[in-house]
């Protein structure tokens, strides 16, 4: 049997570790760049185009191309060696007609390097904005009904705080991991992240139920034991679900391709933390909080 108490101070002070190392990177973010995080065309509005090329080529020379053809204040995203997707501020109703006009004047600065358009996506300023305010909303709302959900389904105050800073957790733990690796923040990220707080809350929901059975049937053994043991009972469960769950998401990151690798990346994570905070953030809390009856 695993004392999974044991390590509880440990894992804490890894996570506040994580914290505050995501509190100082966004603070350099800021400083250095004037945001903490690039966001995909979806929030900021404007055109972006992912070019794929037959030889490789260097993400500032392109941006160069795209200047001197009149499309300033562009950025470049490289990945791999051959596609390079570049976002202009500028919105048009027809993005495939922009991203034609951009390839011919690439293709022409580059006779010997064949370029075709793989993806094109166009979307105006205030429905970016817009897209922003209700993206981060969902997220708000969904650990709202989240807590509603813990605190009727326990009745217990304890219970549903281990649970929602179990999930603060897992968001704040994407984030980081986004911010850290340098990834910017896109619709599909949002989508990943609702879906990791679902997953969580239902491991977490399969270990609280183990932990009140055992409160009502053992009053005779410190609430330590009953969690230990419930972490251990409910451990096989917890390990098949978040492998089983983890496998295919690995299978979409390494094949998915571009459109698929930042949620599939997003997802990947908040498994492994989903199941981690479970164990090591929901139950410590909740301890900290109840008294054994």
Do not use: C
């Not at 034991?225 to 492998?243: C, F, G």
């Amino acid at each position: 049997m695993i004392n999974f108490l044991k390590y509880r101070k440990l894992t804490a002070l890894s996570s506040l570790t994580l914290m505050v190392a995501f509190i100082g990177v966004a603070v350099y973010k800021y400083q250095t760049r004037g945001s903490v995080y690039s966001y995909s065309v979806d929030f900021t509005g404007g055109t972006q185009v992912l070019f794929a090329f037959d030889e490789a080529v260097d993400g500032a020379r392109i941006k160069q191309i795209i200047a001197e053809n009149g499309w300033v204040n562009s950025s470049t995203r490289e990945f791999g060696k051959n596609e390079i997707m570049v976002r202009v501020p500028e919105f048009e109703g027809d993005a495939v007609g922009l991203g034609e006009r951009m390839k011919s004047a690439i293709q022409q600065a580059l006779p010997g390097n064949s370029v075709s358009i793989l993806e094109t996506e166009s979307v105006g300023a205030g429905v970016g904005a817009d897209l922003r305010s209700k993206s981060a909303r969902a997220i708000l709302i969904a650990m709202i009904f989240m807590l509603l959900y813990i605190a009727a389904r326990f009745w217990s105050f304890a219970f549903a705080a281990g649970a929602i800073i179990a999930l603060v957790h897992d968001a704040i733990v994407m984030l980081a991991i986004f911010l850290f690796l340098d990834r910017e923040i896109s619709i599909n990220f949002i989508a990943a992240v609702l879906t990791v707080l679902g997953y969580s809350i239902n491991d977490t929901i399969v270990i609280f139920s183990q932990i009140r059975e055992f409160m009502k049937k053992r009053n005779d053994v410190s609430l330590d034991e009953v969690v230990n043991d419930s972490l251990n009972y409910t451990l096989r469960r917890t390990m098949l679900t978040s492998i089983s769950t983890g496998l295919p998401v690995m299978v979409m990151l390494v094949f998915g391709g571009e459109a698929l690798q930042d949620f599939s990346l997003a997802l990947l994570i908040g498994i492994i933390f989903g199941t981690y905070s479970s164990i090591y953030i929901a139950s410590p809390i909740m301890m900290l909080l109840q008294t054994k009856k």
